[in-house]
T-cell receptor, first 114, second 114 residues
């Protein structure tokens, strides 16, 4: 079945440093989504990427979808303590109409030291 | 957007008992899903809750252990049956909204089985 690998598992940064997490799928994806989960909270939808090579920005966050639609990255510029949490990518397989049937990566736990 | 309410938010359960989790959405949605997040782990799809028919279970999950109801387009329940400590997890309801472009998660039901 489809597998989604995410690295790194943990990332510790000083406030102000940049952060990147990478996601790779074993199969081509219809789209990929990114979520943030604060400690003790539930996953919150950040963004969906659909097109090959797509790049989207949300303030200090930049999301990329690979040309082959098998990999993606999330980059945070100048991290802040409010960025702390676990970032998950989730891929939707090609074909079918199960929009919520996602395969999640293992997540990257980000800690930011002030 | 969709607002999802889950009950209970937390519970401590005795092994061998069963617990039913409720998921209420503030609007009609076609697709509803149940995920499990074991401690420190990523999210795993349990099943798709189908309105008017039996749920569709993912590999490793069976109806006898996780019976699901979906009586209408705004409500679903997940029962965790004959619980063991290995069932201690967060159980999350999710829906696909905005024509499938956004996935929303409920706040989760944190179950501890003792």
């Amino acid at each position: 079945g489809q597998q989604v690998m995410q690295i790194p598992q943990y990332q510790h940064v000083q406030e102000g440093e940049d952060f990147t997490t990478y996601c790779n799928s074993s199969t081509t994806l219809s789209n990929i989504q990114w979520y943030k989960q604060r400690p003790g909270g539930h996953p919150v939808f950040l963004i969906q990427l659909v097109k090959s090579g797509e790049v989207k920005k949300q303030k200090r966050l930049t999301f990329q979808f690979g040309e082959a639609k098998k990999n993606s990255s999330l980059h945070i510029t100048a991290t802040q303590t409010t960025d702390v949490g676990t970032y998950f990518c989730a891929g939707r397989p090609t074909g079918g109409t199960s929009y919520g049937k996602l395969t999640f990566g293992q997540g990257t736990i980000l800690t930011v030291h002030p | 957007s969709a607002v999802i309410s889950q009950k209970p938010s937390r519970d401590i359960c005795q092994r061998g008992t069963s617990l039913t989790i409720q998921c209420q959405v503030d609007s009609q949605v076609t697709m509803m899903f149940w995920y499990r997040q074991q401690p420190g782990q990523s999210l795993t799809l349990i099943a798709t809750a189908n309105q008017g028919s039996e749920a569709t279970y993912e590999s490793g999950f069976v109806i006898d252990k996780f019976p699901i109801s979906r009586p209408n387009l705004t409500f679903s329940t997940l029962t965790v049956s004959n619980m063991s400590p290995e069932d201690s997890s967060i159980y999350l309801c999710s829906v696909a909204a905005d024509s499938g472009n956004t996935i929303y998660f409920g706040e989760g039901s944190w179950l501890t089985v003792v």
